[in-house]
């Protein structure tokens, strides 16, 4: 079966979702770190947290305490890169395994080639793929930030502020990464809507998109966080 033969079990308005969720997709992340003209996200505020905590760890003593944060933050890296795995050998073994694939599918009235059943699977694995590559990079960008916080003088000379800086900003890459693993989970998550369709494909992501501009430009957090925010 060549290309065009494939093509045959698949329309216009396929094409179109699988447009708009790789548009959202993008254009989401884009948004969020970088923000909408003035309005900056939660993800950008959190930055300037970020900065301010490294500032005050040079004076901090002992440092328990942020050893004990970066530790927390590591773990939930750990945790999603897991699950991400998890989920992307469930995945597998669907497409391993379409004849238990297809019985379901017949049971939801739901028929269709294998084909067409495996690709759309693949659409949900591209996702949980990237969020694994984001999770498993973050964890190693919070090992640098705690070696080079371990490396901050234990005085407030101005080479540990500056030592400090650089550990913030690894913090703060570490963080986008796994901020962008989490939106491809989601993402994920709406790609299973194309196992119902289409239009089911476009409703989930149009709500994906919805929720995550909900959470990072008009959520009760961010409203917290611009608390006394001068910048």
């Not at 690709?119 to 973050?138: E, G, P, Q, R, Y």
Request: glycine content about 8%; hydrophobic content about 55%.
């Amino acid at each position: 079966m060549d290309l065009l033969d494939r093509l045959q079990f698949f329309d216009l308005r396929d094409g179109v979702a699988l447009a708009l969720i790789a548009l959202c997709w993008v254009a989401i992340g884009l948004a969020v770190e970088h923000g909408l003209g003035q309005r900056r996200s939660v993800s950008q505020l959190m930055n300037r947290y970020r900065r301010e905590w490294l500032h005050a760890f040079v004076s901090r003593q002992p440092r328990i305490l942020d050893g004990a944060i970066l530790n927390g933050l590591r773990q939930g890296t750990t945790f999603f890169a897991s699950a991400s795995m998890i989920a992307i050998g469930g995945g597998l073994a669907l497409i391993g395994n379409t004849e238990r694939l297809l019985a379901v599918a017949e049971d939801l009235s739901l028929e269709a080639p294998a084909l067409v059943w495996e690709v759309k699977i693949l659409l949900i694995l591209f996702f949980l793929a990237n969020a694994f590559l984001k999770f498993v990079w973050s964890h190693r960008l919070f090992g640098y930030c705690a070696v080079v916080m371990a490396a901050v003088p234990n005085d407030e000379s101005e080479p540990a502020y500056a030592r400090a800086a650089q550990a913030a900003e690894l913090n703060i890459s570490a963080a986008r990464a796994y901020n962008r693993g989490l939106r491809a989970v989601y993402f994920a998550l709406a790609a299973c809507g194309w196992l119902l369709g289409p239009w089911a494909l476009i409703g989930a992501t149009l709500l994906t998109l919805a929720v995550l501009w909900r959470r990072e430009f008009a959520s009760h957090s961010r409203t917290v966080l611009l608390v006394g925010d001068t910048k």
